[in-house]
């Protein structure tokens, strides 16, 4: 797994979501390497590493114990992982597998749909999945960048595409191969079960503008995590670690330094 380190003290990991790679957490790494050893790696299949044997599956659950095993080389006992949208159901199950590789667990918007007693098995609207099944198409029909629009602009808001930096746009272009791949390994249903699985303290993050999807997600994991606190990013959608990374490393310094308190 590709990765870059910076700082020196505890180690605080970070894993990103769809079309993003290490890149993506450049702000976090920058901001909080003062205080901790911040490591951000690019899953397999993703940027840098685009040529990953064909037999190299692409699943979640494969993501969720690499994690575990890159931390278990890296050497630096368990360390605070931080995960975003796909990211953070990785991390949550990562934690939930390997719970002595991680010290702290933050999820910000974390992805997947979310089971609610009582109703039929969690999936996706056919809404979205019409809509995602749309970007692929567009992608593997050469046609990038109207695919990635169509799907960056469904899962934070309206425009954000557009919006995004330079920068932002490379990094998904670079990723844009991953995304037909990601939707034929859909993200499992978080249950109230598997949550008790989840032993360190946990800290919750959303934008005030994120989809109402990732909001009830983070609403449910509050209510079953037994160790949970919560924070929302004013005026900031799914990217709110981009939007306002002050106000995100804060949330993050913050818990980290609270629980080391205890």
């Known amino acids: 797994m590709p990765y870059v380190e910076v700082g020196d003290g505890e180690p605080l990991l970070f894993v990103h979501g769809s079309?993003?790679?290490?890149?993506?957490?450049?702000?976090?790494?920058?901001?909080?390497?003062?205080?901790?050893?911040?490591?951000?790696?690019?899953l397999t299949h993703y940027w840098p590493a685009t040529d990953s044997a064909a037999d190299q599956p692409f699943s979640w659950s494969s993501?969720?114990?690499?994690?575990?095993?890159?931390?278990?080389?890296?050497?630096?006992?368990?360390?605070?992982?931080?995960?975003?949208?796909?990211?953070?159901?990785?991390?949550?199950h990562f934690a939930r597998r390997h719970p002595e590789?991680?010290?702290?667990?933050?999820?910000?918007?974390?992805?997947?749909?979310?089971?609610?007693?009582?109703?039929?098995?969690?999936?996706?609207?056919?809404?979205?999945?019409?809509?995602?099944?749309?970007?692929a198409q567009l992608i593997e029909?050469?046609?990038?960048?109207?695919?990635l629009q169509l799907f960056v602009d469904s899962v934070s808001r309206p425009?954000?595409?557009?919006?995004?930096?330079p920068g932002f746009r490379r990094m998904a272009t670079d990723n844009a191969h991953t995304l037909a791949r990601q939707f034929r390994d859909p993200l499992p249903a978080y249950v109230p079960e598997d949550a008790t699985d989840v032993r360190?303290?946990?800290?919750?993050?959303?934008?005030?503008?994120?989809?109402?999807?990732?909001?009830?997600?983070v609403t449910a994991l509050q209510g079953w995590l037994p160790d949970a606190r919560r924070e929302t990013v004013r005026g900031a959608s799914h990217g709110m670690n981009l939007a306002h990374p002050s106000a995100f490393n804060r949330y993050v310094d913050e818990f980290i330094q609270t629980v080391n308190a205890r």
């Open 19 to 42: 079309l993003c790679d290490y890149r993506y957490w450049q702000p976090q790494v920058a901001g909080l390497s003062k205080r901790y050893r911040c490591v951000a790696v690019s």
């Open 63 to 92: 993501h969720a114990d690499e994690v575990a095993e890159f931390i278990a080389r890296f050497g630096a006992g368990p360390a605070h992982v931080v995960g975003h949208s796909r990211g953070g159901c990785v991390a949550y």
């Open 101 to 135: 590789h991680v010290r702290t667990l933050t999820l910000a918007d974390p992805g997947g749909p979310l089971q609610i007693a009582g109703r039929p098995p969690a999936s996706l609207p056919e809404t979205v999945n019409a809509l995602r099944a749309k970007a």
């Open 141 to 147: 029909g050469g046609d990038v960048e109207a695919g």
């Open 159 to 165: 425009g954000f595409w557009a919006m995004s930096t």
């Open 200 to 217: 360190c303290p946990v800290l919750l993050i959303d934008g005030e503008k994120s989809p109402d999807m990732f909001r009830r997600t």
